[in-house]
C-alpha cells in the first residue's frame, strides 16, 4: 500500500468537522497539521487532543494578506501536506496560497452552491424561504465560494427551524460528506474537467 495522503486543515472555530476527519482518519489519510488564524479556536484543542501538530497563525504578525498566506503556505509546506482542508476557516485565501496547492485545497459549504454563497449560508437560506438546502464540498479556486464542486447533498428545510436548529442538521451532514470526500481524494478518484469534477469508480 502507499503512503497516505498528508491532509492539512484550516480552520477558525469549533472544529466539529475537523473532528469527524480525524476520526475518519488512518486508512486513506492521515490529519497532519491543524492551522487556524484564531489562537482560541476550540479546533487547536481537538487536534491536540488527537495528537496533532496545533498552529497558530496570527494574521496580525503578518504584513498583509499576501505574507499571511505565505505564513500558512510555509507551516503546510513543513509538514508536507498533500491536501489542504478547509473546515469553518473564516478568511478568503490569497491567489499565493491558491496558487501553492493549485486543485489540492477543498472547503465546505453550508448551502447548496451556486445558491446562498457566502458568510451568512444557513440564514439566507432561511430568510430566502429555501424549502430544500444542504452542504457542497468545492476545491478552491481564486473566488470565494466558486471553485467546482465534488460532493454536494440536501437537507429539507422544516417548518419552525431556527438557524441554529438547520445549521445543527446540515452539520450532521458535513460530519459524513467531508471525509467521504477526502477519500475519494486520497484514493486518486477525482478528476477536475474545467468548471467539472469526475469522480471515478471504485
Ligand atoms: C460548517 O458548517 C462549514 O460548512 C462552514 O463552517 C462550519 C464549520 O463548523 N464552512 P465546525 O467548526 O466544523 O463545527
Redesign the pocket.
Known amino acids: 500500500m502507499g503512503a497516505l495522503l498528508r491532509v492539512g486543515v484550516l480552520?477558525s472555530?469549533?472544529?466539529?468537522?475537523?473532528q469527524a476527519i480525524i476520526d475518519s482518519s488512518g486508512s486513506d489519510y492521515d490529519v497532519v497539521v491543524v492551522v487556524s488564524d484564531k489562537p482560541d479556536a476550540f479546533?487547536l484543542e481537538r487536534a491536540r487532543t488527537a495528537g496533532v501538530p496545533a498552529v497558530h497563525v496570527d494574521p496580525k504578525a503578518h504584513d498583509g494578506r499576501e505574507a499571511f498566506n505565505e505564513a500558512l503556505a510555509d507551516v503546510l509546506g513543513a509538514h508536507d501536506v498533500g491536501l489542504v482542508c478547509l473546515?469553518?476557516f473564516m478568511r478568503i485565501l490569497a491567489p499565493n496560497l491558491v496558487k501553492a496547492f493549485e486543485n489540492r485545497i477543498l472547503n465546505?459549504?453550508?448551502a447548496l452552491l451556486p445558491a446562498f454563497p457566502g458568510a451568512h449560508a444557513v440564514r439566507d437560506a432561511l430568510d430566502w424561504g429555501a424549502k430544500v438546502t444542504g452542504?457542497t464540498v468545492h476545491l478552491v479556486d481564486e473566488e470565494v465560494d466558486h471553485g467546482p464542486i465534488l460532493l454536494q447533498r440536501a437537507v429539507p428545510i422544516e417548518r419552525g427551524d431556527t438557524e441554529e436548529m438547520l445549521?445543527e442538521r446540515?452539520?450532521s451532514v458535513?460530519h459524513e460528506l467531508y471525509p467521504e470526500a477526502i477519500r475519494l481524494f486520497a484514493t486518486g478518484r477525482v478528476r477536475v474537467e474545467g468548471r467539472r469534477v469526475v469522480v471515478e469508480k471504485a
Open positions: 480552520l472555530g469549533s472544529g466539529t468537522n475537523l479546533g473546515a469553518g465546505i459549504h453550508p452542504t445549521h446540515i452539520k458535513e
